[in-house]
């Protein structure tokens, strides 16, 4: 599985190098414990073999080996103590073993003419550590030669290297712990331009900023420029698409106003069918002039945008100008808006967008507009319902789009739901038409919760 957090990939990445890191260090280090320890111990038998031959005393007459003093180590007298010596002559194989040896006789490999270190088995089966020597005292017409062996129980060695690794372990435990902190610690201080910058972000994203102006370090300026010139190549489309938009809606109208000369000019001549047929596509081609000027003062919407306007304070506002119209004085408006009701919208936007809807349920109401707004977690909902004649089921999906009509006996373009339609999806919101209870149609808008 793919990790997506790039915090999580660096510090379990860190967390891996310092395990196998560590694991080769307690390897390394452990293994040069125990050369050396078993180096200290073939010192310490070397020194041992070297007080034990020279107490071997060449000119005694028998024929065992004879020692001319002991060993000062105690542990040589006490049985199965672990430290042990073993005298052999060649010449007449009699052996001389120290007390702690008791009757057991210690076997090694093949003699050779130097120390020799090997293993050998003890006297109740553990494994003993010895050092071996062929020690020679030359006479007058001939030598003596004895076979010297020391040896020391491999379970003490093996105790210490064993309480070393236990030691060591939790050293490197510790040591582990500390440099994964540490890891964190540093992956967080590498990280933290990345928080920063989604802070910058976060601020365009509300209208705070227009751009990125903090310094970064080296590595983050690319991305930091990448993102400004991002954001200006958007505005600067914006503005052009705008403009020309613009430019052509306004150029527009005066091949218009030269077209309804000329249908007036055709009804006085008395083609009074042309002039009605050009009257009606001029006022066609000024409604949707109109229409497309109205979309390009919206605000256009990203996902970087947060915006904030009061829906319980736009609300009574429009509705106190619609009473004050010939469509809206006689009506009865009934507002059930609760207050502290903000959604994610331009404030202009907001407006447009309850308008249009108000104005379309005073053209069509008979005596009652009822509004209603409440929110949830993440929405706020509005309903706008009046008791007109209302609109076929069959007819409700059609509602919204551009210059749709479903009266034309009716003043209009059929162009404002089409607005609000378009206003809502901007916005990220969602709008449902509904035959309402009073018999009317019921328009269902949600919108995002402010931030």
Not at 92 to 110: A, C, F, N, P, Y
Not at 151 to 171: H, K, Y
Not at 313 to 323: E, F, Q, T, Y
């Amino acid at each position: 599985m793919r990790i997506q957090s790039l915090r999580v990939r660096l510090i379990l990445g860190a967390g891996v190098w310092i395990a196998v890191a560590l694991v080769l260090a307690g390897v390394t280090i452990g293994y040069l414990f125990t050369k050396n320890v078993e180096r200290g111990a073939s010192a310490d038998l070397s020194a041992t073999m070297s007080r034990l031959i020279a107490l071997i005393d060449p000119d005694a007459r028998g024929a065992a080996p004879v020692l001319t003093g002991t060993l000062p180590d105690p542990r040589y007298d006490t049985p199965i103590s672990g430290l042990y010596w073993q005298i052999t002559d060649l010449g007449t194989e009699q052996t001389i073993r120290s007390r702690s040896l008791w009757d057991d006789v210690l076997r090694v490999g093949s003699l050779g003419e130097g120390g020799q270190l090997s293993t050998a088995r003890g006297p109740v089966g553990q494994s003993l550590l010895a050092f071996s020597l062929t020690a020679r005292f030359p006479k007058a017409k001939s030598e003596r030669r004895y076979q010297v062996i020391v040896a020391q129980d491999r379970s003490i060695l093996d105790e210490a290297i064993a309480r070393f690794g236990r030691e060591l372990a939790v050293a490197l435990l510790i040591l582990g712990v500390v440099l994964v902190l540490a890891a964190i610690l540093q992956v967080q201080f590498g990280l933290s331009p990345f928080r920063r910058l989604r802070q910058d972000i976060e601020a365009i994203r509300k209208g705070v900023a227009s751009s990125i102006e903090a310094a970064y370090p080296l590595e983050v300026v690319p991305v930091v420029s990448e993102v400004n010139a991002l954001l200006a190549l958007q505005q600067k489309s914006m503005d052009f698409a705008r403009s020309r938009a613009s430019d052509l809606a306004h150029g527009l109208k005066t091949p218009l106003a030269v077209l309804g000369t000329i249908a007036y000019q055709l009804e006085e001549g008395g083609d009074a069918r042309g002039a009605a047929s050009i009257v009606d596509l001029t006022n066609e081609m000024r409604d949707r002039i109109d229409y497309q000027l109205r979309l390009v003062r919206l605000r256009q919407r990203t996902r970087m945008h947060a915006l904030s306007a009061s829906l319980s304070s736009v609300v009574p506002r429009a509705v106190a100008v619609l009473k004050k119209t010939r469509a809206g004085e006689h009506l009865d408006w009934a507002v059930d808006v609760i207050d502290g009701l903000n959604v994610d919208i331009d404030a202009n936007d907001l407006i447009e967008l309850v308008g249009v809807i108000l104005e379309n349920a005073a053209q069509w109401a008979n005596s009652l507009i009822c509004i209603q707004a409440k929110d949830d977690a993440t929405a706020v909902e509005l309903q706008i319902s009046d008791d007109g004649p209302g609109i076929p089921p069959s007819a409700l999906s059609s509602i919204g789009r551009r210059g749709r009509r479903f009266d034309e006996t009716v003043p209009g373009t059929g162009l404002g739901l089409a607005i609000a339609c378009e206003i809502v999806s901007l916005n990220n919101g969602t709008i449902a038409f509904e035959r309402s209870k009073y018999g009317g149609l019921e328009v269902v808008i949600r919108l995002p919760v402010a931030t």
